[in-house]
């Protein structure tokens, strides 16, 4: 596609519940990265996919965070058992698969727990 | 590891202001130094980026200068508009790999008339 699409857009779920975010990388991109940013918060590393692969998870919170990617295209990342402190934007990126290539951005998942 | 330090704001400025917006690392080896906005309610875009020293990325009228000297890549525009009110993002790279990029936090920008 024309550029990083991300599903759903806006989530709002209630705690202890499961959540499953989606990203559709830009076509023919090989590295996919998801990010979280909280309120008032940065950029907070979470996971790397070179293809199927996760060369990269050291960002992942907790044991509830998980991410698969099939394909070498789309990528799920699922937290387990929400709880408030996951409210956040969840960015997801893709690039070509060499670090001279940038990297770009999708609009977000904004995720809210109650 | 690798970190970014970069101004705190929010920074608030007149159209037609100069800005600086200050931004320094740590990394190991020879990361590369990108600038990211985020206008509001869009997603992030790159700015400029510079992948070695002395270089300048350059766009829209940004600059940033890759100072070794320093660990440095401040974020200049001689006369801000408007249309600039929006978060920058400082961010490094190392190479060698499609390695992810540590950000700094953020430094929103406000630009009146």
């Known amino acids: 596609g024309a550029g990083v699409s991300q599903s759903p857009s806006n989530k709002v779920t209630e705690k202890g519940k499961d959540v499953e975010l989606r990203c559709d990388p830009i076509?023919?991109?090989?590295?996919l990265y998801w990010y979280r940013q909280s309120l008032g918060q940065g950029l907070e590393f979470l996971i790397y996919f070179q293809g199927n692969s996760a060369p990269d998870k050291s960002g992942l919170p907790s044991d509830r965070f998980s991410a698969e990617r099939t394909g070498g295209s789309v990528s799920t990342l699922t937290i387990q058992r929400t709880q408030q402190e996951d409210s956040a934007v969840y960015l997801c990126?893709?690039?070509?698969?060499?670090?001279?290539?940038?990297?770009?951005f999708g609009e977000g998942s904004w995720l809210t727990v109650v | 590891g690798n970190s970014v330090t970069q101004m705190e704001g929010p920074v608030t400025l007149s159209e037609e202001a100069f800005l600086t917006i200050n931004c320094t690392y740590t990394a190991t080896g020879y990361p590369s130094l990108f600038w990211y906005v985020q206008y509001p309610g869009e997603g992030l875009q790159l700015l400029l980026k510079?992948?070695?020293?002395?270089d300048k990325g350059s766009n829209k009228g940004f600059e940033a200068t890759y100072r070794k000297e320093t660990t440095s890549f401040h974020l200049e525009k001689g006369s801000v508009q408007v249309s600039d009110s929006a978060v920058y993002f400082c961010?490094?790279?190392?190479?060698?790999?499609?390695?992810?990029?540590?950000f700094g936090t953020g430094t929103r920008l406000q630009v009146t008339l």
């Open positions: 961010a490094l790279r190392n190479t060698g790999t499609a390695s992810k990029l540590t």
């Open positions: 510079a992948t070695k020293a002395d």
């Open positions: 990126a893709s690039s070509r698969g060499t670090e001279r290539n940038t990297i770009y």
């Open positions: 076509s023919g991109h090989t590295a």
